[in-house]
């Protein structure tokens, strides 16, 4: 088991990371997600990709999951603590490059959020899409009705030139739960508001709830 100290800058780092994704995405020059849909949202899912490879790729994802629980007592939004996983893919074809993804995917609806409650194995369009390379940017103007489901927003970096065939596996990362919240978390406890979230995630709450709350300019 890591020390604790080593630990904790883990997961400041891990809440920065996101905090700086969420920036990105919804400020200038990006300003890709409509502060609409983060009021609306029935959960978010940070991803942080990395992609390398010459005839074989090889993908890894660090993310987690937090779920929308209603209202605290001041009127802002309550969020459950970040249930932590993880997502590998392996393919063959031509490939050639390397890359890294920055994914913040809006949950919006109970069924996306569920999604994320349990390891599974993904097809290639499922990992894809969890990995970030399925982008999809939504107009402004869109419908709110139509955030029903998975979308996700991405920033690359680096080059990739990918005709692979895929396969791969989402996993909840157990470990990392256990070492945050104690030995006997479920994900369901996790995302259903059961244990509170880290302190050293109270960063990515305050700029959530802010964002949410903004207009777009």
Known sequence: MPQASSYNQELHQDCQKAVDMLR???GSPNDMIPREYLKRCKGLHFVITKTGGLIASVSTSKSFTVRRLGKLPNGKPRWSGPL???ASQVGLGLTAGYQDVETIIVL???TAVDKFRSSHLGTAVDI?????????????DEQLHA???CVPYSIAGGACLDFSFKGGRV???????QLVYGSRVKPADIL????DAPEE?????TVLNAVASSRSS
């Open 24 to 26: 990105k995405m919804t």
């Open 84 to 86: 932590f996983s993880s």
């Open 108 to 110: 919006g609806d109970e």
């Open 128 to 140: 894809d899409m969890i990995a970030g390379k399925n982008s999809t940017v939504v107009q402004k």
């Open 147 to 149: 955030l029903s489901t």
């Open 171 to 177: 996993s909840i990362d157990k470990k990392k739960n």
């Open 192 to 195: 259903d508001g059961r244990f």
């Open 201 to 205: 995630f109270e960063a990515l709450y």
